[in-house]
């Protein structure tokens, strides 16, 4: 938007609009005066809850003067909009900086800098509260109006939010290898048509394709440079809670951030349950291994995690908790449509359309040895994985698993542990 010095120039003789916006900036000794800390992040805030746009800093607002910056503050000026994308704007932003030469009216070339803000996937809360874009003003967003546009950018929306595409991205993001593997032997397609009919990329509103949240979740080695919480916490407590005091000694006795494309997590999740989890030996009818946690179960419940948690929830992870006696698994968001936690074993609904499909072509790893099944891909479409999570638990550990629904907007599983 506005890349060529040229065009940035001619809109600024044009003035502000729904797409620009520029300020003077001003110092006081070594501190930013102004722009205002609060009234720019106002402004990003619009810009990413709207179209998006480009901040010029460096420009007198109302005489449309290019003033410059001195090149000696400019790492000044782009800490201070760094520190306010991420201190002063909730979900944080994280918008494309650039210095560049403009001439000024004197014909000497001057340093500005651009802040580049795409529209957003999530809607941002700034210190004036919710702000969009109108003309050449922000405005505080109607309470319907804000309404409307969390459930545009929410799983709600027709386009469902595993389907939307995914700002500062390229097809070149997505890695051939993980894309590659979801083509059939008769697929005679290009990257882009298959790329499109698989769900993993779409036109976004400036007609440019790009990957989805589903292309970046399923073929991208780290999703989390798009999507910061599109990983799985794993934690292996010692004993049967979290202890809060360092006087009671170590309490994680194993930790992992899982990465990667969302099957690997599931594969890479179970592998930490069953590399932590306990094995007692049985004598009954010879000696048996009796494992703690039924891993079928295990696979089962993460694969819904990954599967049907809401993306669109910005802070929010997949957490993974083991402890002695239990396996705990939290996933955020709400149950999908109308369900209720009573009819979880008995109905079946997608969240995310396009993640299910892919997970449902992606097989299961052949040298899987913690893992007992006959299913041949993550998941399947008759919708019995929860009753086989219940089922297998309860004939190993005696116990029901039990489901919670944690503030309408957090999904908890525990999985109670088989005793020795």
């Known amino acids: 938007m506005f890349d060529s010095p040229k065009e940035l120039l001619d809109k600024i003789r044009l003035g502000e609009d729904s797409f620009l916006e520029y300020k003077e900036v001003r110092f006081s000794g070594r501190r930013v005066t102004a722009p205002r800390r609060d009234s720019l992040a106002d402004e990003l805030a619009a810009f990413a809850n709207s179209h998006g746009g480009v901040f010029l800093l460096g420009v007198e607002d109302k005489t449309h003067e290019v003033l410059g910056i001195s090149v000696e503050r400019l790492d000044a000026v ?50 004036s509260g919710y702000l969009h874009r109108v003309g050449s003003k922000k405005c505080e967003m109607s ?19 595993d389907e939307q595409t995914v700002p500062q991205t390229t097809l070149e993001d997505l890695e051939p290898e993980l894309w590659e593997r979801f083509r059939t032997s008769r697929s005679q397609d290009g990257r882009e048509d298959l790329l499109v009919k698989l769900g993993m990329a779409r036109e976004d509103e400036d007609g440019v394709l790009k990957p989805t949240v589903s292309g970046v979740l399923m073929a991208t080695t780290d999703p989390r440079q798009w999507l910061p919480n599109a990983y799985i916490q794993a934690v292996f407590y010692r004993g049967n809670k979290i202890r809060l005091h360092s006087s009671e000694g170590t309490y994680q006795l194993d930790a992992a951030d899982i990465t990667g494309s969302l099957d690997v997590q599931v594969v890479d999740a179970c592998r930490f349950v069953a590399k932590n989890m306990k094995t007692a030996a049985s004598k009954d009818q010879g000696r048996q291994d009796r494992p703690q946690f039924d891993m079928t179960a295990v696979f089962e419940a993460i694969v819904n995690a990954v599967a049907h ?28 449509n109308t369900m209720t936690i009573e009819s979880l074993p008995y109905r079946q609904a997608a969240r995310n359309e396009t993640i299910s499909s892919l997970l449902a072509k992606c097989p299961v790893p052949t040298d899987s040895s913690w893992l007992e099944t006959d299913r041949r891909t993550m998941m399947d479409k ?36 088989a005793c020795e």
Request: hydrophobic content about 40%; some cysteine; overall charge negative.
């Open 78 to 127: 782009e800490n201070f909009v760094h520190k306010i994308c991420t201190d002063s704007i909730e979900p944080p932003l994280a918008p494309v900086i650039e210095r560049l030469w403009l001439p000024a009216t004197t014909g000497e070339e001057v340093a500005v800098i651009r802040v580049e803000v795409d529209r957003s996937l999530f809607v941002h809360k700034s210190p």
């Open 309 to 336: 948690r809401d993306y669109s929830i910005h802070g929010s992870k997949i957490r993974l908790r083991l402890f002695e006696d239990r396996f705990e698994l939290f996933s955020p968001g709400a149950i999908s």
């Open 143 to 161: 309470s319907d109006y804000l309404a409307r546009l969390f459930q545009q950018r929410s799983q709600a929306r027709i386009i469902r939010f």
């Open 382 to 417: 008759r919708g019995e994985g929860v009753q086989i999570i219940l089922d297998h638990s309860q004939q190993l550990s005696g116990k029901i698993p039990e489901y919670r629904l944690i503030d309408d907007s957090e999904l908890m599983l525990t999985i109670y542990a």
